[in-house]
């Protein structure tokens, strides 16, 4: 019945600027971690950004200093607001969080359907 529901990717030139949302819904007891990892075209899934329940942050190389991670603990949803955005950042961007689903004390994870972020000019 959990799940996650990703909104906001889309076209975008180089140099600007998208914000991904991602809300965590139905029946659960908590939110653990949460995350974006994107994939592009015949590449890996990476780790894009990581906030931790108690706000610890991490970023891949490539993204510090443009991509900005954010959580609303109050309505379980996690941003990531990308500026300055380079071709290379082309992929579909899927959310992770780790959800309380059977006790407030068991956690598992789960993983959204993805949205296509693209940047070319």
């Known amino acids: 019945q959990a799940q996650l529901e990703e909104s906001g990717g889309g076209l975008v030139q180089p140099g600007g600027s998208l914000r991904l949302s991602c809300a965590a819904s139905?029946?659960?007891?908590?939110?653990?971690?949460m995350a974006w990892h994107r994939q592009a075209p015949g590449k890996a899934r990476e780790l894009v950004a990581r906030?931790?329940?108690?706000?610890?942050?991490q970023y891949a190389d490539s993204v510090k200093g443009r991509f900005t991670i954010s959580r609303d603990n109050a309505r379980n949803i996690v941003y990531l607001q990308m500026n300055s955005l380079k071709p290379e950042d082309t992929g579909v961007y899927y959310c992770?969080?780790?959800?309380?689903?059977?006790?407030?004390?068991?956690?598992?994870?789960?993983w959204g359907q993805g949205t296509q972020v693209t940047v070319s000019s």
């Open positions: 992770n969080a780790g959800l309380a689903i059977l006790s407030s004390a068991f956690f598992r994870d789960f």
């Open positions: 139905g029946s659960f007891f908590g939110v653990d971690h």
């Open positions: 906030i931790s329940s108690g706000g610890t942050i």
